[in-house]
């Protein structure tokens, strides 16, 4: 499985923006699909994840809504009062074991390359 994360960017606190992963292979619906983050200095942490049930951390509840289209194997994570903290380099991660949401990145199998978000204060 091959992951292309896309659209981060600049945008100011409070602002929205969405990313997409798109994934290549014919069995994209079978997998758990995640988002992940890293911050200059820090570890890689759990955003939130999709698979037969959703999962968010506690940081971006009510605030983040992951979805998928099994159609065009691509997930999505919409991002919504951005605050400067979310300010990360945002990684899209499959997992073939499908059922309940990982939460570590060890849970996962196949990662893309990674999407820049910066949010201005």
């Known amino acids: 499985v091959q992951l292309q994360a896309s659209g981060g960017g600049l945008v100011q606190a409070g602002g929205s923006l969405r990313l997409s992963c798109a994934a290549s292979?014919?069995?994209?619906?079978?997998?758990?699909m995640g988002w992940f983050r890293q911050a200059p200095g820090k570890e890689r942490e759990f955003v939130a994840a999709?698979?037969?049930?959703?999962g968010y951390a506690d940081s971006v509840k009510g605030r983040f809504t992951i979805s998928r289209d099994n159609a065009i194997n691509t997930v999505y994570l919409q991002m919504n009062s951005l605050k400067p903290e979310d300010t990360a380099v945002y990684y899209c991660?499959?997992?073939?074991?499908?059922?309940?949401?990982?939460?570590?990145?060890?849970?996962?199998?196949?990662w893309g390359q990674g999407t820049l978000v910066t949010v201005s204060s």
């Open positions: 999709v698979g037969r049930s959703i």
């Open positions: 991660a499959a997992s073939k074991a499908y059922g309940s949401v990982g939460y570590n990145t060890y849970d996962y199998d196949y």
């Open positions: 292979g014919r069995t994209f619906s079978n997998y758990v």
